[in-house]
């Protein structure tokens, strides 16, 4: 019996991301798989999205609201039950102590069992891409959030004056890496997976866009006796 089957049952995850639509290209359909499984799935998003358009004409103010209600709409779209914005500026995030707890804030208040982190390191094997740091520090924070601060009284006091107990996520998937170990079969799913992007009206246009979801999610299941994939780095924590 695997480490994996020995785990409780899952019943709560959590995503968290830097951007409105990261999750989607990241991992819409896994989560869209596990909420088909019957796992409440919950959003969060570490910045307000302000920095993702070229149009002269697109005020800050009313880009943040676009893809905020985009967001909501591509997470109703998976079954997703809430969506958190933290709003951190878009394009300045580091990891600070008031995002790790920010995030630890929301663990606590979700109490996920499984989540999904996106990755902490550059990569230097791609070409044609270069990580944002967004993503990074969105990542590294969200790890030093699961471990320890999210699972410890004693760091941020004040989040047990407000109200949230300390909580112990038991599974964290990290998206993005060049290690993984986790495959996970998106086949029933990928449309919904699909159908998510699209609602993200603002960054997601033309046919291109479905046919490079199907063919990276295909090249992803290469060898895993599946047609489209989604894969992770795992950690089960004790």
């Not at 079969?185 to 603002?202: C, F, G, N, V």
């Amino acid at each position: 019996m695997s480490q994996e089957d020995q785990q409780p049952e899952i019943k709560r995850g959590m995503v968290v991301f830097a951007h409105p639509d990261d999750a989607e290209f990241g991992c819409a359909g896994t989560v869209a798989k596990w909420v088909a499984e019957g796992i409440e799935m919950y959003y969060v998003v570490t910045t307000d999205g302000s920095k993702g358009s070229s149009d002269p004409n697109v005020s800050y103010e009313q880009l943040i609201q676009t893809r905020r209600e985009e967001q909501l709409a591509a997470a109703h779209e998976l079954g997703v039950k809430e969506v958190e914005f933290l709003n951190h500026p878009d394009g300045y995030l580091q990891h600070t102590l008031e995002l790790r707890r920010d995030i630890a804030r929301a663990i606590r208040k979700y109490k996920p069992d499984r989540l999904i982190s996106m990755t902490s390191e550059r990569s230097f094997t791609i070409s044609g891409y270069i990580n944002h740091p967004d993503h990074l520090a969105t990542g590294d924070a969200t790890l030093a959030a699961v471990y320890p601060t999210a699972r410890d009284r004693m760091t941020f006091p004040e989040l047990i004056t407000e109200g949230y107990e300390p909580h112990k996520v038991r599974e964290v998937y990290v998206t993005g890496t060049e290690t993984p170990d986790c495959w996970i079969d998106i086949t029933d799913s990928i449309e919904k997976k699909i159908a998510a992007l699209y609602k993200h009206a603002s960054q997601v246009t033309g046919p291109d866009v479905q046919k490079w979801v199907r063919e990276r999610a295909a090249q992803t299941a290469e060898g895993k006796e599946m047609q489209y994939a989604e894969c992770f780095k795992v950690f089960y924590l004790r």
